[in-house]
Structures are given as structure tokens and as C-alpha cells.
């Protein structure tokens, strides 16, 4: 696999404004960056999202990667993001864009922002496998919880941001392997799909964590990067129930200290 040339063009998470409180008092307060990044494929607009400008290489990779709309690394040459133009340019081998019929139809979402699913991804579920064999035990589940508890974060700075994890699921204690917040869910999990992409990793072994709804577009993309469990703090809809539960993933919400509720994969979950 050939990693493409990447630029490092984090922006600053948090930016400090005075608010007034209900006393009259001036309140240095943290507040959430949120910037628009349109995404070019050889000079082609794609999308323009709206983000916390956290890990915008990774965030435009997985999007690219979990719309389906490129299908191997190796066809990217680079990804360069410049903030003065509010733009990405992804600049393939071949050059040529991405296909008009890969973008013809498009579902909006109930992502945070509005979050866009390309009509392919709807037909692709029944292709999608995870891998078989894989359990999650109670004691890992607590252990993911309480290391995203204490895990430092934007939110606990400046709130309006949503936060995923990719956690190990091979020892009791469940590290976290990897954390993004972004100002929409779909963004947050986009830029996991990027880094997984970028180093290979395969979820197989692994844990999904959201702060946010487990909806349909949650459970797709977890689909896609192979990992069969899927955690969050928040509840879910009923088409997230229905594609994890038709996919065998271990769907588990309302998930905080010791409380939780198992919705789909109950063969998968060792008490």
C-alpha cells in the first residue's frame, strides 16, 4: 500500500470569547471551532463539510472512503489541504475525478450538519460481512466506558462537538487506540475511517465508541471498516436497529458507568 503525500493542517479546537452570565459577569469562555472544508478530486467539487478542522486529511480520506466513491489508497497521490481557500484538493493516479453515476443519488442524512450517504452504500449492505467469532465481554464494555470518561476531550472544554473512539477489544482493560470530536458525528467517524485506512488497521479486533445516535449511517460506516461492535452513551433509531441487527453487530446504547442496554448481536456479548 502507498500512502499518499499529506499535508498536517490541524486547525486550533477551541477558541476563547467573553460571555455574560446571569449575574451581569464577563466569563472567559472555550468555545468549538467550526470551519467549511470543500473537498476537490482532481479540480472536481465533491462536498463541502463543516468541520472542527481536527484531522482534516483523515476526515476527507474517509469520507471518500466510507462514500465509496474511491476504493483504494493507491489511487491517491495526495491530499493537500490549504485554510486560506477553506479547501482540500485529493489528486488521483488516473486523474479523472470521481465517476457522475457514483454521484448521482444522494440520501441526507440525520447526522448532525447533515451528513450525506451516496445511493451505492444503501445497496451494498447485503454484501457486508463481519467477521464471525469475535465477542465483547461485559468487563471490556466497563472498561471502554471509564476509559472514555476520563479520556481529556473538547467537550469537557467547550461542549457542541460529538466524539468517537476506536478502541482495542484484545485485553479487560480496553485502550483506546484512537479519539477524534468534530462538530458532526458523521465527520468524527469519517476521520477514524481515515487513520484506518492510512495505517492499515483492521477492525476486526476493534470497538466503536459515539457519543452520538446510532442511526443508520453510524451502523454503515462501522459495517464498513469490518468492526462487529458498536457502543454509545446516546439511543438509537429504528433503521440503525434494523441494518445491525440484519448485519449480526453487537449494537449497545445508553451506555454510561454501569448501565447499558443491548439492542442486536446478543450472541456476540459474554456477561
Known sequence: MTRPLLTQAARPLTFEIDAINEHGGIVPTAIAGEHPLTIYVDKQEIVTLMTLGAAPEALTLGYLRNQRLINSLDDIVSVQVDWEVEAVAVVTRLGSGIAPERMEKRTVTTGCGQGTIFGDMMAEIDKMQLPTGATLTQETLYGLLDAVRHHESIYKQAGAVHGCALASNLNPGSEILMFVEDVGRHNAVDAIAGKMWLDDLD?????????????????????????????????????????????????????QGKHYLLFSGQERFIR
Open 203 to 255: 477492525g476486526g479486533d476493534k470497538i466503536f465508541y459515539t457519543t452520538g445516535r446510532l442511526t443508520s449511517e453510524m451502523v454503515i460506516k462501522t459495517a464498513q471498516m469490518g468492526i462487529p461492535f458498536l457502543v454509545s452513551r446516546s439511543g438509537l433509531t429504528q433503521m440503525g436497529w434494523e441494518i445491525a441487527s440484519k448485519l449480526g453487530m453487537t449494537m449497545i446504547g445508553r451506555a
